[in-house]
């Protein structure tokens, strides 16, 4: 892992991993004293998805998902030349961290049913796995920048929830990835 890493010339020192993604790797970051995520693409292989410019993709779902109501973390600074992006931090522990923890909380839930009305008719899904939510003063936010076309068959509904309790799909979840 990095100690540092530069955006459009400004240094971020790198606290730790958050996550890695489909398309990237999201880290802790601090500036200044404040914290920032700031998420490196990387260009490994996925077989179940297809990217085109990963860059332009997180830039155009963040405008979408922002411009009809979808609560997000603010992005604050592109590097295109570098593949970075740097995002607002939302502290907090993810819906998975709760499910697994057995501390969900049923508005969560209902705010995600809230998003749904909103992203449906705008036929958009995005990814609904639990690790991307972070509930954070009453409000549940979306932190990843990522949506897609909508289809049914990866609706929340019919894929994201089955991730949002201790459902056989999370256990197995948590048995392969332990």
Known sequence: ????????GEEYRI?????????????LAEREGAPFVLKQTH??????????????SELWAYEKLTGI????PRLLAVDTQAERIVKEYIPGETVFDLVKAGR???????QMRDMCALLYPARINIDYFPTNFIPHGGVL?????????????????NWG????????????YLAEHA
């Not at 109501?69 to 997000?72: A, L, T």
């Open 161 to 172: 929830s089955q991730y949002w309790a201790r459902t056989a799909a999370f256990e197995q």
């Open 69 to 72: 109501g979808i609560p997000m």
């Open 104 to 110: 969900m909380d049923e508005r969560y839930l209902a």
């Open 43 to 56: 260009h490994e292989p996925c077989a179940y998805y297809q990217f085109g410019d990963k860059i332009q």
């Open 15 to 27: 606290l730790r991993l958050l996550g890695k993604g489909k398309g990237g790797y999201s880290y």
């Open 1 to 8: 892992m990095p100690e540092i890493m530069t955006v459009n």
């Open 141 to 157: 936010y979306y932190v990843d920048y990522e949506c897609n076309d909508y289809m049914d068959e990866w609706n929340f509904e």
